[in-house]
């Protein structure tokens, strides 16, 4: 663990060492490529272009997901707040720490300590949103992790508690992009990284008319489509790749048998393409598709079921009006 002092309320921890956090990422792209089955990891939607248009996704009239979840939250996390009381708030996938902010004004409104520990593999993004938020909040401190969420959630029992509860939050979703076997294994891994009396926040997707959720991933201004394709631009400035976007079109539906989006680059003729700094070649065949997301949809009594299954019993769920997405407050047993 190397940990950096930036000032008095922010200490940044890299918690995994930089080249082996590469070697990781290079070998599951190497993976997927070559497989029959092509698929690239959907953490590489996200260069400085690519953080950028899901940023439009985001005000987009047909992606209602992130309006919606903060409306969630502008509405509940003053009681969210009063429900759990004093704690450490700890956010999986932090990014930009946006919604985050809804939650520390409870938080801060009740006269409460703030204590946030945001972790994310970008020291970067970490490092910008935290001296946001600092000039934002004057009794806020921030121990900050730099890390993929497997080794933070590993690491969290060893770094030291400054406040009696302890929240572990996972907003936008997120969850969705994780099959099963993945989401059983996050789940045990959060709750093992918590002691009893502990919390979780999950936000959800949930179920709905297909048309409504089909039009959310092909929206009319085609922005989604750029961001699928720009997962290929990633590629070919990281690793000296020659894709032609031209060669590749967005494709993306709701598989109602898995209530999941499914999200695909579909090639439109056979070629090949190299990716110089992983001695990579890759040929193609016209209409072969390369998997590149899936955003499950969830119903939120099943998922508050599963969740008391797996040890972390449910406070309290909240949801819109129209029930397109919902929290769920869980506590650890």
Request: with cysteine; hydrophobic share 35%.
């Amino acid at each position: 663990m190397v940990s950096k002092t930036v000032d008095s309320r922010l200490e940044i921890k890299h918690l995994l060492p930089e080249n082996t956090l590469k070697q990781d990422e290079e070998s599951e792209l190497i993976a997927g490529l070559i497989q029959k089955e092509k698929t690239i990891p959907c953490h590489y939607f996200y260069d400085e272009i690519g953080s950028q248009l899901f940023e439009q996704i985001c005000e987009l009239p047909e992606y209602y997901p992130t309006r919606i979840e903060a409306s969630i939250l502008e509405k509940y996390a003053p009681q969210i707040a009063q429900l759990t009381e004093i704690c450490e708030l700890i956010e999986l996938g932090s990014g930009s720490s946006t919604k985050t902010r809804i939650i520390l004004n409870s938080y801060q409104n009740l006269g409460y300590p703030l204590h946030y520990l945001p972790i994310d593999v970008s020291d970067s993004m970490l490092f910008e949103s935290a001296k946001s938020l600092l000039l934002d909040y004057p009794n806020l401190t921030i121990d900050a992790l730099a890390s993929t969420y497997e080794v933070a959630l590993e690491k969290l029992t060893t770094i030291p508690q400054l406040l009696s509860r302890r929240m572990i939050i996972f907003l936008g979703s997120t969850l969705g992009n994780f099959n099963q076997l993945q989401c059983d294994r996050l789940i045990k891994e959060i709750k093992e990284s918590l002691t009893p009396g502990d919390y979780f926040l999950l936000g959800i997707d949930l179920q709905k008319p297909r048309d409504i959720l089909n039009a959310a991933y092909n929206d009319g201004q085609g922005i989604t489509a750029k961001f699928n394709l720009n997962i290929l631009s990633h590629l070919n400035w990281r690793f000296q790749g020659n894709f032609d976007l031209n060669n590749f079109e967005h494709l993306a539906f709701y598989n109602e048998k898995e209530n999941q989006i499914e999200m695909y680059l579909k090639c439109k003729k056979a070629h090949s393409v190299r990716l110089e700094k992983l001695d990579l070649a890759v040929n193609f065949s016209e209409g072969e598709t390369i998997h590149t997301e899936i955003s499950r949809k969830f119903n939120l009594e099943k998922m508050s079921a599963y969740l008391t299954k797996m040890g972390l019993k449910t406070v309290q769920t909240f949801t819109d009006t129209q029930q397109y997405f919902g929290l769920i407050l869980s506590q650890i047993n």
